[in-house]
């Protein structure tokens, strides 16, 4: 896929300078992507640091460019990978946990979020985006009891804590939160 998609969908063109910024931030750095699709094979690229190393994990499948694949889910990385624990400057998440295509129950967001931090190293930076559509609680994630005990939220790289997209031709809303780890 072309870099048409980056520049064409509303929160990918946003994501995209997520992705040159973590590439500014960090003078070396490892970095994990979660969700993999045709268009992360772009991914790397946006980075634009040959010192921030660029990993992949999902358990379907991964791009071509990337620095190491991990091929599972985020729950069983930390047991199936067990030299990535504690390895990682940053998780990108984007439209896994938080996207109505994707269900996971109340405890399965525990363990989710257990997953990223065991791969995080402390103080990482997990970048989590999805969309607001979910409507059934089951499914809602709970940031209060699942994520914020674990995570504060922070500003990274001149973004706000909690950056808010809105799709100009489907009224689609999109969070991307910053969340450094406690």
Same mark, same amino acid.
């Given at each position: 896929?072309?870099? +048409?998609w980056?520049?064409t969908v509303?929160d990918r063109? @946003?994501l995209? /300078?997520?992705? $040159?910024?973590?590439? $500014? #931030?960090?003078e070396?750095?490892?970095v994990?992507?979660?969700g993999?699709e045709?268009?992360?094979?772009? =991914?790397?690229?946006?980075?634009?640091?040959?010192?921030?190393?660029?990993?992949?994990?999902?358990?379907?499948g @991964?791009?071509?460019?990337?620095?190491?694949?991990? #091929?599972?889910?985020? +729950?069983?990385a930390p047991?199936?990978?067990? /030299?990535?624990?504690?390895?990682?400057?940053l998780?990108f998440?984007?439209?896994?946990? =938080?996207?109505?295509?994707?269900?996971?129950? +109340?405890?399965? +967001?525990?363990?989710?979020?257990?997953?990223? =931090?065991?791969l995080?190293?402390d103080?990482g930076?997990?970048?989590?985006?999805?969309?607001s559509?979910?409507?059934?609680?089951?499914?809602?994630?709970?940031? /209060?009891?699942?994520?914020y005990p #674990?995570f504060?939220?922070?500003? @990274?790289a001149?973004?706000?804590k909690?950056e808010t997209?809105? =799709?100009?031709?489907?009224?689609?809303?999109?969070?991307?939160?910053?969340l450094? $780890? $406690?």
């Amino acid at each position: 896929m072309s870099m +048409q998609w980056w520049n064409t969908v509303t929160d990918r063109i @946003f994501l995209k /300078e997520v992705y $040159k910024d973590v590439g $500014k #931030h960090f003078e070396e750095a490892k970095v994990l992507d979660i969700g993999v699709e045709n268009y992360n094979s772009s =991914c790397k690229m946006l980075i634009d640091n040959p010192k921030v190393k660029y990993w992949q994990l999902d358990p379907r499948g @991964f791009s071509v460019n990337s620095d190491g694949a991990m #091929h599972s889910t985020i +729950q069983d990385a930390p047991n199936k990978y067990p /030299e990535s624990k504690n390895s990682f400057d940053l998780i990108f998440d984007i439209g896994v946990l =938080c996207w109505n295509g994707t269900k996971f129950s +109340q405890q399965d +967001q525990a363990e989710y979020v257990k997953g990223i =931090c065991e791969l995080l190293k402390d103080g990482g930076i997990w970048i989590l985006h999805g969309d607001s559509l979910e409507t059934n609680p089951e499914y809602i994630v709970d940031f /209060e009891k699942t994520v914020y005990p #674990h995570f504060d939220l922070f500003d @990274f790289a001149g973004y706000n804590k909690i950056e808010t997209i809105t =799709c100009p031709n489907y009224g689609t809303v999109w969070e991307v939160r910053f969340l450094r $780890k $406690k």
